[in-house]
């Protein structure tokens, strides 16, 4: 059975200052990874998303995410955090199957200013 | 314009009625799901449909009942609301293999949720 487990429930950073958001994943096979941000009492949009194309995947807003199958990690990270970064984001990973997704359980982040 | 849409946004009820939920998407898509989202945040799948047809059911109440009439909709009718029916829906959709270009495989996008309150 794939899963993903966030190995923070909340982060906090200052502005100006490198985000990482953890991300780890199980799967008998290549995943297929993503990382959603849900802002407070909105919808989950895409940041990015990992599919056996290149290991070092580009979003918006300024994240990047690296697969990395040796540590089974798909870490979220900006160089920079601005205010409007503070959301919930969810790494999820989707089953070949059914391309149903599985959730991780959320990192909250809140950015200092 | 909006790509995936539900209605209402907020839902406040009382315990024992019935309510549905209606989503709507306009991308082409051939596949729609349901996800509940609880109020530490969790999401879980519950339903989706591909084509109209049913392919995922997860472990939900039969109280739960998804209506497919078209593969743009994807409406949630729940009977006999109870109180830990309390929650964020989410509907979400999405062109899979073989007709997806591979730039959109397995990539879901999601409406903006529906809260409901159940007293």
């Known amino acids: 059975a794939q899963s993903v487990t966030q190995l923070d429930s909340h982060v906090s950073v200052s502005e100006g200052t490198p985000v990482l958001l953890r991300c780890n994943y199980s799967?008998?096979?290549?995943?297929?990874l993503f990382w959603y941000v849900q802002h407070p009492n909105k919808g989950l949009q895409l940041l990015l998303k990992y599919t056996s194309a290149a290991t070092l995947v580009k979003g918006i807003n300024g994240f990047e995410a690296e697969f990395k199958k040796s540590e089974t990690s798909f870490h979220l990270t900006k160089p920079s955090a601005h205010m409007s970064d503070a959301a919930e984001y969810f790494c999820v990973v989707s089953d070949r199957g059914t391309y149903k997704y599985i959730f991780g359980t959320g990192t909250r982040l809140k950015v200092l200013a | 314009d909006t790509a995936v849409s539900q209605t209402p946004k907020y839902l406040v009820t009382q315990m024992g009625n019935d309510k549905s939920i209606k989503c709507e998407q306009n991308?082409?898509?051939?596949?729609m799901y349901w996800y509940k989202q609880d109020s530490k945040k969790f999401l879980k799948i519950m339903f989706s449909y591909n084509n109209k047809e049913l392919i995922i059911n997860e472990t939900v109440p039969n109280r739960f009942s998804p209506k497919s009439p078209d593969k743009a909709h994807l409406n949630l009718h729940i009977n006999s609301l109870e109180l830990g029916d309390s929650a964020v829906y989410f509907c979400?959709?999405?062109?899979?293999?073989?007709?997806?270009?591979?730039?959109?495989?397995?990539?879901?996008?999601f409406g903006p949720g529906t809260r409901l309150l159940v007293l």
């Open positions: 979400a959709s999405s062109q899979d293999p073989p007709s997806a270009p591979a730039a959109l495989r397995e990539t879901q996008y």
């Open positions: 799967s008998s096979y290549s995943p297929s």
């Open positions: 991308l082409g898509h051939d596949t």
